[in-house]
């Protein structure tokens, strides 16, 4: 069986956070949700610790700007979508600093 791993560390590193952005999306589709902050810098800071953290640290130094905000605007869609089936008292708040 051929291996399908991409030999690029940009494309390992993008198919790794869609990996990621797909068990996000069945999170959501059983009804569950992940509390993003409402205010914006703290929810910006936090949605790219978390794609930095997805890369392996020999990779890190070889991704560009680019590919990490690629991979952040990946992960934030998918975050920002998971917001609707969090209770209404969150989405409230979190409106009141940003229409989701």
């Given amino acids: 069986m051929a ?3 991409p030999s690029d560390p940009q494309a390992r590193f993008l198919d790794r956070i869609e990996r990621r952005v797909r068990y996000l999306k069945s999170l959501q589709d059983a009804g569950m949700g992940v509390y993003l902050p409402a ?6 800071r936090a949605i790219e610790q978390v794609v930095r953290s997805t890369a392996r640290h020999s990779e890190i130094a070889l991704l560009t700007a680019d590919t990490l905000r690629i991979a952040t605007d990946r992960v934030r869609s998918h975050l920002e979508a998971m917001q609707q089936v969090l209770p209404h008292d969150v989405q409230y708040r979190n409106r ?5």
Avoid: F, M
């Fill in 39 to 44: 205010d914006e810098q703290q929810r910006n």
């Fill in 96 to 100: 009141i600093k940003r229409a989701w």
């Fill in 3 to 5: 291996d399908k791993t």
